[in-house]
Nanobody, 127 residues
Framework: QVQLAESGGGLVQSGGPLRLSCETS????????MGWFRQAPGKEREFVAA????????YYADHVKGRFSISKDIRKNIMYLQMTSLNPEDTAVYYC????????????????????WGQGTLVTVSS
């Protein structure tokens, strides 16, 4: 059974950095993708960033390009989201997600492409 566990959320001042982690377990294959989504109060869940676990491809939402960086540690089975230049609009619950198997590049941005989800970690950016 695939399980995802996020950590690293918290309160940060505007302009500051924060790094989120997502530890995965229970995988029996390596050709899949993982991603980060977020949901702000009163808003729909939106795509943030994603990567292919066994390749170097990464994908970013336009509103985080240049500020956020997604990476992975294959040995530790951990995915990271390094966030910089945070602003209050980045306040949200951040969710880690994983696909069941390989997906097409344009599917990385869609929440319904991901079969597994973590519980989420709250990021609050104060002004």
């Amino acid at each position: 059974q695939v399980q995802l566990a996020e950590s690293g959320g918290g309160l940060v001042q505007s302009g500051g950095p924060l790094r989120l982690s997502c530890e995965t377990s229970g995988r029996t294959n390596r050709d899949y993708s993982m991603g980060w989504f977020r949901q702000a109060p009163g808003k729909e869940r939106e795509f943030v960033a994603a990567l292919r676990w066994s390749e170097g491809a990464t994908y970013y939402a336009d509103h985080v390009k240049g500020r956020f960086s997604i990476s992975k540690d294959i040995r530790k089975n951990i995915m990271y989201l390094q966030m910089t230049s945070l602003n209050p609009e980045d306040t949200a619950v951040y969710y880690c997600a994983a696909t069941r198997w390989r997906i097409l590049p344009n599917r990385h941005f869609a929440a319904d492409a991901y079969a597994y989800w973590g519980q989420g970690t709250l990021v609050t950016v104060s002004s």
